[in-house]
């Protein structure tokens, strides 16, 4: 099946769905896919044809990607591209695990001989670099923020980079600095370090960064901000409007980095360079993530974007 099919399943079951699961009516349906109620009418007939819809009215989703909402938030953020996981019957918490391994799969064929990898940290990333398998390209995996201490290492900027590098067989570049150095000449001389510039360079020049997003809920539960994040400071980030953190640097409602003795502090590649790397993947999975996630691809931090398809219903603001 090539893919003008397989976008053309996804709708008919996105339609049959709409109709049959969520009752909705056909100008309801057209209104919203921006369709005509006429067309809607003949989507539904051909979704019973084709055995999408069976007699006892259970949609069947046989395809990993939800195409349909991959074309409508690429065209609506203008993204250069998009895979969203098909979570209809799913188990809820198989879902990020399984949108890592979509992850995994966008990454393998992408990957291109001498290129550098940037990344950052989080589960997110964990369950995706658990999927990858070895490859024959020469690559570099580079680690664009400092390490922290945490009691599950793979979670942590280091463990991605190692855990990555040794699932492709690659060279993976570490940062010899913590996250967070309070004392501004500490953290400068720390950045003058041969290595450390070194690799500093190689993120701003890298071809293809990883990331996630972190919502602020998740600042108070995920144990590798403990031992850095203070009340006080999480207190600031609140006071002055953040909505997520993406590199672990905290951005507001515009998207715009805040001044906070948190930001001030933080060893990471700044924003300013992160829209000049081609291809910024964020793998995010959560409706928590949604706001973050909109903003930050409104801003152009993000040009690929992997999600889970209610995640995905949530950033164009469908639920």
């Known amino acids: 099946m090539n893919a003008k099919e397989l976008k053309k399943y996804s709708l008919l079951a996105e339609v049959a769905c709409d109709y049959y699961e969520r009752g909705l009516d056909q100008n ?62 799913r188990i809820k918490e198989t879902i990020p695990n399984d949108v890592g391994n979509l992850a995994a799969t966008y990454i393998t064929e992408h990957l291109k001989k001498d290129m550098v990898i940037g990344t950052s940290w989080g589960t997110t990333l964990s369950n995706t670099v658990e999927h990858l398998s070895e490859s024959a390209t020469p690559l570099q995996v580079v680690q664009l923020m400092g390490s922290v201490p945490c009691s599950s290492p793979s979670y942590t900027p280091q463990g991605v980079v190692a855990n990555m590098a040794s699932a492709l067989k690659c060279h993976g570049s570490f940062l010899n600095m913590p996250l967070f150095i309070e004392d501004d000449y500490v953290r400068a001389s720390m950045r003058q370090d041969k290595n450390n510039q070194k690799i500093l360079n190689q993120g701003m020049f890298a071809d293809m960064v990883l990331t996630s997003i972190n919502d602020l809920e998740s600042v108070n539960k995920k144990n590798f901000w403990l031992g850095y994040m203070t009340p006080q400071m999480y207190q600031e980030i609140c006071d002055k409007g953040a909505v997520g953190a993406l590199f672990a640097r905290f951005f507001d409602e515009a998207g715009n980095e805040i001044d906070c003795a948190w930001n001030h502090c933080c060893v990471s590649i700044s924003f300013k360079h992160i829209i000049n790397v081609p291809n910024v993947v964020c793998i995010a999975s959560g409706i928590q993530k949604a706001k973050a996630v909109s903003i930050a691809i409104q801003k152009k931090y993000i040009n690929t974007l992997i999600t889970d398809g209610t995640t995905a219903s949530a950033i164009m603001g469908l639920i």
């Open 28 to 89: 309801c349906i057209a209104d919203r896919l921006c369709l005509s109620r006429t067309r809607v009418s003949r989507l539904l007939k051909e979704a019973q044809e084709k055995g999408i819809v069976n007699v006892k009215v259970t949609i069947n989703y046989p395809y990993e990607r939800h195409f349909e909402l991959e074309e409508r938030l690429k065209n609506r953020f203008s993204l250069d591209d998009v895979r969203v996981l098909n979570n209809r019957n």
